[in-house]
């Protein structure tokens, strides 16, 4: 089990307030069952707590209950390939220039994450030299 000390020897929470997280009434992915299980989470780290550790061995309440009504809890997906994804191709700039490609890829982003995917790698499809030039300096304005 995860240990509540962090590496600088300092407690995975904060003084003020627990910094715990409790996500109750939720189906969790364990191996290839959905077992119904609450996750405590430290707010400050992100760890993943053991939730009899923290109740009773440190005397620690979550700072926050959310309770998923019985939603599944799982960690975010990557994808690692995407040329694109709802009608943005990474490989093709717009006429309208460096914005609208930029504007392409928030909203690529934003309609990912509904889906779960909270990381991927923007792949470009075989292009001439000058279209992989012109993407990366579209991406870095």
């Known amino acids: 089990m995860p240990s509540l000390i962090t590496r600088s020897g300092k ?3 904060a003084q003020e ?11 969790l992915v364990k191996g290839n069952d959905l077992v119904n299980e609450d996750l405590w989470v430290s ?3 992100g760890r993943i707590l053991n939730g009899q550790q923290v109740l009773f061995e440190h005397r620690i309440a979550p700072e926050e209950v959310i309770d998923l009504g019985g939603r599944i809890l799982s960690p ?5 390939q995407l040329n694109g994804a709802y009608g943005f191709d990474f490989s ?8 609208a490609y930029g504007k392409g ?3 690529v982003n934003r309609s ?3 889906t779960g995917v909270t990381s991927y790698l923007p792949t470009m499809t075989s292009q001439r030299p000058e279209v992989y030039h012109e993407v990366r300096a579209s991406t870095h304005t």
């Open 11 to 13: 407690p995975d929470f």
């Open 17 to 27: 307030g627990s910094g715990v997280t409790k996500f109750t009434n939720c189906l």
């Open 43 to 45: 707010s400050i780290s």
């Open 76 to 80: 975010g997906l990557i994808e690692t």
């Open 92 to 99: 093709v700039i717009p006429d309208e220039g460096a914005a």
């Open 105 to 107: 890829v928030l909203r």
């Open 112 to 114: 990912l994450i509904t």
